[in-house]
């Protein structure tokens, strides 16, 4: 045999040895699926649907319960029924209530400058992580801050971060995780009066993370940001939880993902979460008609993953 042919069928041999490995590799682990819903929404019926359609946890939060000036709307009575009631039904569907997304407002913000407003905003979040503790959540979630005055930033940080180990304590009383979730910020200014909220680039979440304990964790919404993917690498180990939506880059759109009317690459993000070893869930928080669309549109965007994966892209 000439050398030629060796050659020739080296390569060939090589090439279906290539194939057959890459074939030979297990495809990575789907995710679990979940989505918000206030906790005024749950009901046994949906929740049922829900598991029946592929759903393995929710997110869920207290609308309505707080009023502008910071008083609850319902009786402490009131209150546990109605937790006890929505845990019973995640129960009895078998969903877990995965996280908690905590009031966020001008009136509930954590990086307020004045000291005493900070705390009384901090003592009633602590209130309400006692309530949630009935629900048994695994992650509880907060907004870092709401729009800020111009050229209090530092401070604003500061504060944020202190009310945020503070808080810290609470969520481990009731075994549970913090995260801060990044937020929406193309530009620093919202109007002439106002910046934006904190965590609104790659970066300032970076150096924000990078000052808070290491028990203090990220919550990733890729909607908020135009680089979706490189938070999800930035924040690495530290990214315990995600909000699924899509968008423009110029509004909160929270678009369904496969709506086709968002920016994300969607390939993108799911390589960055597998590189990163993301063990949470997808977690919906956007437009949809039908409960049963979030299983199917994970599993079309799961198979691009893979076949992205397998020619190398």
């Not at 030979?24 to 679990?32: E, K």
């Not at 910071?70 to 006890?84: G, P």
Request: with cysteine; glycine share 6%; hydrophobic share 40%.
């Amino acid at each position: 045999m000439n050398r030629y042919y060796f050659c020739m069928i080296a390569f060939v041999v090589c090439g279906w040895l290539f194939v057959l490995d890459a074939n030979s590799q297990p495809a990575p682990q789907r995710l679990r699926l979940g989505f918000s819903i206030g906790i005024d929404k749950i009901t046994p019926e949906i929740l049922t649907r829900a598991k029946a359609d592929g759903i393995d946890c929710i997110e869920t939060s207290l609308p309505g319960y707080i009023d502008s000036a910071r008083k609850l709307r319902f009786t402490n009575e009131e209150i546990i029924r109605n937790l006890q009631a929505a845990k019973k039904a995640a129960d009895d569907a078998g969903i877990k209530i995965w996280s908690i997304h905590m009031p966020y407002s001008m009136q509930m913000d954590i990086s307020l400058g004045d000291d005493a407003e900070r705390q009384k905003v901090l003592d009633l979040h602590k209130k309400i992580i006692g309530y949630c503790s009935i629900l048994k959540p695994k992650i509880i979630l907060f907004h870092p801050s709401s729009f800020l005055g111009l050229n209090e930033r530092e401070l604003r940080k500061s504060q944020m971060i202190k009310s945020a180990i503070e808080l810290n304590k609470t969520i481990k009383a009731i075994s549970a995780t913090m995260v801060i979730e990044n937020m929406f910020g193309p530009e620093l200014l919202r109007d002439s009066n106002r910046e934006r909220p904190l965590l609104r680039t790659v970066e300032e979440s970076v150096e924000i993370m990078n000052r808070l304990p290491a028990d203090i964790y990220a919550a990733i919404d890729l909607n908020h940001t135009k680089y979706p993917s490189s938070m999800i690498y930035a924040m690495g180990a530290r990214l315990k939880t995600l909000h699924v939506a899509d968008g423009t880059d110029q509004a909160e759109n929270h678009f369904f993902p496969c709506s086709g009317e968002g920016h994300n690459d969607w390939t993108a993000i799911l390589i960055a979460l597998n590189a990163v070893e993301y063990k949470g869930p997808f977690m919906y928080e956007s437009k949809y008609n039908e409960i049963n669309d979030f299983k199917s549109c994970y599993e079309s965007l799961y198979q691009s993953f893979v076949h992205a994966i397998k020619v190398g892209k």
